[in-house]
């Protein structure tokens, strides 16, 4: 909730401060001059300050409420608390009231937690001392020591104070501290406002596995052949989807006899997600190589045959008629005609596709494999592992993205006439 | 050189709903070699059916065309054709473009070369022909059109409203350079068009065209084609027996306009 106001926060901040430093800066171009931009999708374009301070801010956020040695402290949310910490109890036994000292040892998990020496003190409450490590709390029977216990009807009335009965609790300046139904003092540590590196880790560690994956491996196999090999699955998958789908597509589109022999096939499995095919095709092919790729096959297949069903639908007939009475032969209009025609639509068919292949991948090494970005982060997730899911999960996104644009950029180099007839 | 004959043509289909249309009714026509020929008539007189049926992308239901001595059954090169737009190959340059129809039959650019960048000059797209077509002008990408359709050199040119869709200084234009591509090639033209200024500049004959069912309803033999060739199209239009025909014939097109009217609503 913090987190969330906090990044609304800098959201307006960001604008107005953006929008006071650029007001003189614009340029006066034309769209700047439109006087109707609300409703004109045109005249909207993406500030470029806008990206740069929401990337730069989430990666602080993260920062920040990591504890992240990447930016200086005093950005950091309040960390959980470590070090020492006492408060005082008063025991009242039997009108005869005494008060002891309860030393706390809030200590990092690997660092040094030894319970401190305390003197007992006088009176018939004893002193206390406990080390508890970072972000966990301990039950204390603070009454184990003294001379009238709660055995022996003592009971605790008040911590650093202020009065304390079974089920309530106390806020002390490091610590809240609870009592039991039975009279045991729970001790919480402050654990802050960050979070716990096994929730999210700072962004300098999950660097840092990065280099360390990237250079030892992950079971068996490197980063690179992990990655490598969710890409080699989806092109594979992918190549041979098209390969299939695109002269099938075609088909469907220029004869009746294979529009009516393959619709109900294509119109049923086009709704089928490929997640619901996994099941079966471990059934029949296994965790390996074979299986992923008549997923991603299958995956691929109806989405190409139906782009290219629609791309030749897409032939204005005054083209195919021209090209008729310009002299040209069946396979000449295939070949002059339908094909290029149809290849805007084959594109957004094979960016579509790429995208469901990398999700489906990606969901098909979850399931099982013995290799592939999917499976890194599955199975670091059952140790707990945050780090290399975080980094999974980027990596799977940059790859992703680095997809898209390599086809965005593809298809401006091959199809420059898209969208302009 | 050759003509066209079209000998009885009817044209009725079926409709989904079990009724049936008469688009077109026992028309027969000879044009002769060289003749350009302008249609004319209402919305719905079976004027663009004709063309398409001379074109061989539909079969008359009954009757037949002829041309060169043998029947036509379906589209050939003797047969160019115009569209009014959306006929431009997008991927390919202008001058690809022209040259769509040698390249078709086989012809290397040694072959066909000279005579594309000539039809690029008579057009005066020369400057043009490496820019893709979405870069050119309506009235650029129908003077595309028609050097694509010269570059294969067919006997017969169909225009299907070829101008319809450009603005009006373009038209006039486009009409002059018509007029001057026909004096020069010596073509038969059929020219399908909706306006009748255009039908009577261009027609050397024209043909107008009544509806339900489409059939021939008059025909004129007119001068200004001929006068138009190298003059002013705006000189032509002075001549006194242009306003004549004009009125004449835009007064025969309200007629039946109105008729449809009424019978429209006599159903209703």
């Not at chain 1, 030894?114 to 039950?139: C, H, Q, W």
């Not at chain 1, 299958?298 to 897409?314: D, H, K, P």
């Not at chain 2, 309506?138 to 101008?163: F, H, K, S, T, W």
Request: aromatic share 8%; proline share 5%; with cysteine.
């Amino acid at each position: 909730m913090i987190i969330l106001l906090i990044y609304i926060a800098i959201f307006v901040g960001a604008f107005f401060a953006v929008k006071y430093i650029t007001a003189s800066a614009t340029p006066k171009d034309y769209t700047s001059l439109k006087t109707v931009t609300f409703g004109d999708e045109s005249a909207v374009r993406p500030n470029r300050a806008a990206s740069i301070i929401s990337v730069t801010s989430i990666f602080l956020i993260w920062a920040a409420f990591t504890g992240s040695n990447l930016i200086p402290s005093f950005l950091h949310a309040p960390a959980a608390y470590t070090g020492m910490g006492e408060f005082t109890y008063t025991v009242d036994a039997g009108g005869q009231t005494d008060d002891a000292t309860v030393t706390v040892n809030v200590h990092e998990k690997d660092a040094d937690g030894t319970v401190p020496e305390m003197e007992p003190g006088d009176g018939f409450a004893k002193n206390d001392a406990v080390s508890i490590v970072k972000y966990r709390s301990k039950l204390l029977r603070v009454d184990q020591n003294d001379e009238q216990g709660r055995d022996a009807g003592a009971k605790i009335v008040a911590v650093n104070g202020q009065a304390i009965a079974p089920g309530g609790e106390v806020f002390t300046d490091f610590a809240r501290v609870a009592m039991t139904p039975k009279g045991t003092l729970n001790i919480v540590p402050n654990t802050g406002w960050q979070m716990e590196p096994i929730w999210l880790p700072p962004p300098e560690d999950v660097a840092k596995r990065v280099g360390d994956i990237a250079t030892d491996g992950f079971r068996n196999f490197t980063l690179w052949e992990h990655l490598g090999y969710s890409l080699f699955r989806v092109v594979v998958g992918f190549f041979f989807g098209a390969l299939v789908g695109i002269p099938l597509g075609y088909a469907m589109g220029l004869s009746n006899w294979f529009r009516g022999w393959f619709d109900p096939i294509v119109e049923f499995m086009r709704p089928v997600p490929p997640l619901a095919l996994i099941p079966l095709v471990i059934i029949w092919a296994g965790i390996g190589e074979t299986g992923k790729i008549i997923l991603l096959f299958l995956a691929a297949l109806w989405i190409m045959a139906i782009a290219a069903r629609s791309g030749v639908s897409g032939v204005n007939i005054t083209k195919v008629h021209a090209a008729y009475s310009l002299g040209a032969s069946k396979w000449q209009i295939m070949r002059h005609v339908i094909i290029p025609n149809s290849l805007p639509e084959i594109f957004t068919g094979a960016r579509v596709a790429m995208g469901v292949c990398w999700g489906t991948v990606v969901a098909a090494e979850l399931v099982a494999a013995e290799k592939g970005a999917g499976m890194m982060i599955m199975v670091a997730s059952k140790f707990q592992n945050t780090d290399i899911v975080l980094m999974g999960i980027i990596l799977i996104g940059v790859i992703g993205f680095s997809i898209d644009v390599l086809m965005r950029w593809a298809e401006r180099i091959l199809v420059p006439w898209k969208g302009k007839s | 050189m050759s003509g066209l004959t079209i000998e009885n043509i009817s044209m009725r289909f079926d409709l989904p709903n079990g009724g049936s249309v008469q688009a077109l009714k026992d028309v027969t026509l000879d044009i002769q070699p060289g003749e350009l020929m302008s249609v004319l008539g209402p919305s719905g007189c079976g004027k663009t059916t004709l063309l398409n049926i001379a074109a061989g992308f539909l079969a008359p239901t009954e009757g037949r065309i002829a041309m060169n001595g043998h029947t036509v059954l379906g589209p050939d090169a003797e047969r160019g054709m115009v569209f009014q737009q959306g006929a431009l190959f997008e991927w390919m340059s202008v001058r690809e473009n022209v040259a769509f129809g040698p390249r078709m039959k086989g012809e290397n650019e040694a072959q066909y070369g000279e005579n594309v960048d000539h039809l690029l000059d008579v057009v005066g797209l020369q400057d043009f022909k490496e820019k893709a077509i979405y870069e050119l002008s309506g009235g650029m990408q129908q003077r595309v059109a028609l050097a694509r359709c010269l570059a294969n050199d067919p006997d017969v040119i169909l225009m299907d409203e070829p101008l319809g869709a450009l603005d009006a200084l373009t038209r006039e234009k486009m009409q002059s350079l018509v007029l001057k591509l026909w004096k020069e090639t010596g073509k038969t033209i059929i020219l399908i068009t909706h306006s009748v200024e255009e039908a009577l500049l261009l027609g050397e004959r024209l043909l107008v065209m009544a509806p339900r069912p489409g059939r021939i309803h008059k025909e004129y033999r007119l001068p200004f084609a001929d006068l138009g060739v190298g003059q002013d199209l705006r000189e032509v239009k002075k001549h006194p027996d242009y306003n004549k025909t004009r009125e004449e014939i835009l007064a025969m097109i309200w007629d039946m306009e109105e008729e449809i009217m009424g019978r429209t609503e006599e159903n209703a």
